[in-house]
């Protein structure tokens, strides 16, 4: 009997997606620690999109740290390491943290489409406790759904490839788990995409019924232009982590409805890749667009590798000056 665990690639192959995934891991693990250090550096001034941002940035970072590791290894290996025990782990850690990071989308959508549409501010509901609350829940949610394929409700086993572990599609329906497949791409990912989709779009409508309004009112204009901003790098987040995962929702389709004509190794191996690329998206769309980030990240960065030597003092006096000029325009509010 063939194994399982077995690499079905060449080994080239295995080489590359190794050298590959470290570096996404080292991308995604640097990049989504500068973006959490930087905002811990202001936490009394963490607005509630802001501490969505850090909790998608914490789910990244953790991906990246207790996932990529086996999959590097593993692929050097030309094989799966550890066999079922570390599939099982490896598949309910990718549910959970993806699971965290498109329920907490939605919630950014819902929570910008709230701001959008107040007059004033909902700062008594959107209070610092509330978002902690709801984040615990956000998490505990996740991992709900991450260990019900251990309490037979489906399975996880090795991809096609043999390199990764997820839900095992080809033996869901002769397990009888199409009714947790059915419903977790319902809950965790069709619903969360048409709540998203609807949130910017009346985000969108709003906006423009705004700058209509305001035309002639050369500040007003110019606030409702950071607000599109603002508004375009948490859409082009959103749609960075569709786009990437929903290949990989496709072929998990396709190896569900169709187990006796299954895809290529390779055919299956593209779809995961770029969804493992999708935890390095967030901090490279902030550094891009919002200079306020920009700015904390270069200043985070002297910091580490300069120290504290007098020689640089006026420097980062100076950075920290333009860094709390830049906040009062281009914050994540």
């Known amino acids: 009997m063939e194994n399982p665990y077995k690499s079905k690639l060449p080994n080239d192959v295995n080489y590359f997606i ?29 607005k509630a999109p802001e501490f969505l941002l850090v909790n998608l940035a914490l789910s990244d970072l953790l991906g990246a740290i207790f996932m ?18 570390t599939c099982a782990y490896y598949g309910l850690m990718g549910f959970l943290h993806g699971g965290a990071s498109i ?39 996740s991992l709900w759904w991450a260990l019900m394929p251990l309490w037979g409700c489906g399975k996880y086993g090795p991809e096609p490839h043999g390199l990764s572990c997820t839900l095992a599609w080809g033996e869901l329906r002769e397990a009888g788990g199409l009714s947790f497949i059915f419903s977790s791409f319902a809950f965790m990912l069709v619903f969360p ?29 110019h606030q409702i232009r950071v ?13 960075g982590f569709l786009v990437a995962w929903i290949p990989y929702a496709a072929v998990s389709f396709w190896l569900i409805f169709n187990p ?46 300069l120290g504290v030597k007098a020689s640089v003092a006026t420097a980062e006096t100076s950075l920290q000056h333009e860094c709390e000029i830049m906040s009062n325009d281009n914050a994540l509010s």
Request: some cysteine.
């Open 193 to 221: 995409a048409i709540v998203i989709v609807t949130c910017y779009t009346c985000i969108a409508c709003r906006l423009s019924s705004q700058h209509r309004r305001t035309e002639g009112c050369r500040r007003m204009s």
């Open 260 to 305: 006796t004509s299954p895809l290529p190794p390779v055919v299956s191996l593209l779809p995961t890749l770029f969804a493992k690329s999708a935890t390095t998206f967030n901090p490279i769309i902030l550094y891009i667009m919002s200079s306020h980030f920009r700015c904390n990240a270069r200043k985070l960065v002297a910091d580490v590798c």
């Open 103 to 141: 329920t907490t989308f939605m919630l950014l959508a819902i929570v910008r489409c709230i701001i959008s549409f107040s007059a004033h501010y909902p700062r008594k509901w959107l209070t610092r406790k509330k978002l902690l609350i709801i984040i615990a829940l956000v998490w505990i949610h």
């Open 18 to 46: 190794a050298g590959y995934l470290l570096i996404i891991a080292i991308a995604s693990v640097l990049g989504n620690a500068i973006l959490i250090i930087t905002s811990l550096r202001r936490f009394s001034k963490l």
């Open 68 to 85: 990529y590791p086996l999959s590097i290894v593993s692929a050097f290996s030309h094989e799966w390491l550890g066999g079922e025990l």
């Open 227 to 239: 607000v599109q901003r603002v508004v375009l790098m948490a859409v082009l987040m959103s749609a």
